[in-house]
């Protein structure tokens, strides 16, 4: 499997020289193949959301290096990223615009990383396409394109996101906890056309979540992030027979203390 992302010894350090200095990626050593789905957790504020903006370019890298399908894009700016990189967010309305329509926020989510208007055109060809895409949630949405999103609920507009970062087929695909916000079942929904478009379009994978279940349930491979480091980094069979208690367990092993079931569950 060729690799699609490489991190090289990733380090990023907060208010560096202060008594304040909070150095949150340690030396993070990363490559990711092609179709890997991997899931990430670790405790409120181990570094989980630094590591994806460093990823995602919103965050300058201080030390390190991250390359992408063998290009080195550790010095290029956000926006020449954003055409390879996808995000979605804990918060739904960090994805869509809200006085956009439906249609309209799928046209802009056409031009990912180019350069775009404000309100976008939508083609007759674009339409029947958007409700063709939009019809596979079962979220009745194909009905609804000309629907202000800013009407749509929490769960609805996270999974047009979804439909948005994955329109045009990005390389990685970045999720930082975007169901925490939802509720339990919307949730569910969320995460199975998450997993659905992820292995649709054979996608490269990065998703927080502070849910452990969901950690162990989704992906190919699971790492836990602890004091600035990866702590746990399980693929294949030893993720797929994983469970919470083993996977606390085996934190106890490597970290030699206590892992707090809330220290991830209510972060
Ligand atoms: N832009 C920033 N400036 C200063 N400190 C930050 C910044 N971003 C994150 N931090 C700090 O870095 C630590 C890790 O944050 P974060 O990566 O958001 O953690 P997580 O997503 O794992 O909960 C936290 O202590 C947070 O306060
Ligand atoms: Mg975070």
Do not use: C, W
């Amino acid at each position: 499997m060729p690799e699609v992302l490489k991190i090289k010894n990733l380090h990023q350090t907060f208010e560096r020289g202060t008594v304040n200095e909070n150095r949150v990626l340690r030396g993070i050593d990363l490559n990711l193949e092609a179709g890997d789905f991997v899931t990430i957790i670790g405790s409120n504020g181990a570094g989980k959301s630094t590591l994806l903006n460093s990823i995602a370019g919103t965050l300058p890298i201080q030390e390190g290096q991250i390359i992408l399908n063998d290009t080195d894009i550790t010095k290029l700016p956000v926006t020449k990223r954003a055409k390879n990189i996808s995000r979605v967010f804990q918060d739904p309305k960090m994805g869509t615009a809200v006085r956009l329509t439906v249609e309209e926020n799928l046209a802009l989510a056409m031009k990912r990383g180019q350069r775009r208007g404000f309100r976008p055109g939508v083609k007759k060809q674009d339409r029947k396409f958007f409700k063709k895409q939009l019809a596979q949630l079962n979220l009745n949405l194909e009905n609804r394109l000309e629907t202000e999103i800013g009407l749509l609920s929490g769960g609805q507009r996270q999974a047009i996101t979804l439909l948005m970062a994955t329109l045009q087929r990005p390389d990685l695909i970045l999720l930082d906890e975007h169901t925490a916000a939802l509720d339990p079942q919307t949730s569910i929904t969320v995460m199975q056309l998450t997993e659905k478009l992820i292995s649709e379009q054979h996608l490269t994978a990065f998703m927080v979540t502070h849910n452990m279940e969901d950690a162990i349930r989704y992906g190919n491979r699971l790492i836990m992030l602890h004091q600035g480091r990866v702590a746990i980094d399980l693929a294949g069979e030893d993720k797929q027979n994983l469970t919470v208690p083993k996977l606390m367990e085996l934190f106890q092993k490597h970290v030699g203390a206590g892992l707090e079931d809330d220290a991830i569950l209510l972060a």
